[in-house]
């Protein structure tokens, strides 16, 4: 589990400078459209839906790390619980997380295999659709199995769940 995620990571750490490459180039380009008149055309086709790509890309890819390292979330109410209420509502929280990224696994299997079966294009390049789709379902698949993980491992050393509350609190386990 690890290594994949250390992989994602690696993959949206690239999409995000794909990202910021094609955006930064698309600005400069049609500056120098615009300065020269339209008599310098360098502007690339397809930017748009480069940047869209990488940047659904780079999001889905992120999400298992993310995961694994503790999402952002507001523990007012955990904070203020004793631990044999915490630890419970943080497991049922990292539950509530992994079936809804199942969910959404599912849904972008499904709608993958309707792009492969369909050949489904994007418009301005005319890639593929379904390999992004589906790296978007394996990375929601990871994600779920993220907050497995996390729910499972959730001991007394950790206090609350996902490492807050809990023992920073000084309560006993």
Same mark, same amino acid.
């Given at each position: ?12 750490a690239l999409a995000l400078a794909l990202l910021l490459g094609v955006v930064a180039g ?21 930017? /748009? ?6 940047l659904s890309l780079m999001v889905f890819a992120a999400l298992p790390g993310a995961a ?7 523990? /007012?109410?955990?904070? #203020? ?9 943080? #497991? ?24 492969? #079966? ?7 390049l005319g890639w593929l659709l379904w390999p992004f789709t589906a790296f978007a379902a394996?990375?929601? %698949? %990871? ?20 490492? #807050? ?9």
């Amino acid at each position: 589990m690890a290594r994949l995620v250390r992989l994602t990571d690696a993959l949206s750490a690239l999409a995000l400078a794909l990202l910021l490459g094609v955006v930064a180039g698309s600005v400069a380009t049609r500056a120098l459209y615009d300065a020269t008149g339209g008599s310098v055309n360098l502007l690339v086709p397809g930017a /748009i839906e480069l940047a869209g790509l990488a940047l659904s890309l780079m999001v889905f890819a992120a999400l298992p790390g993310a995961a694994l390292r503790g999402l952002a979330r507001v523990d /007012i109410l955990l904070e #203020r619980l004793p631990l044999r209420l915490s630890r419970p509502l943080s #497991r049922l929280w990292d539950l509530a997380l992994a079936a809804a990224a199942g969910l959404l696994a599912w849904l972008l299997v499904g709608r993958a295999t309707v792009e492969l #079966r369909a050949g489904h294009l994007s418009q301005d390049l005319g890639w593929l659709l379904w390999p992004f789709t589906a790296f978007a379902a394996m990375a929601a %698949l %990871l994600l779920m199995l993220a907050a497995l993980w996390r729910c499972l491992r959730q001991s007394g050393a950790e206090g609350g769940g996902a490492g #807050r509350g809990g023992a920073e609190r000084g309560d006993a386990p």
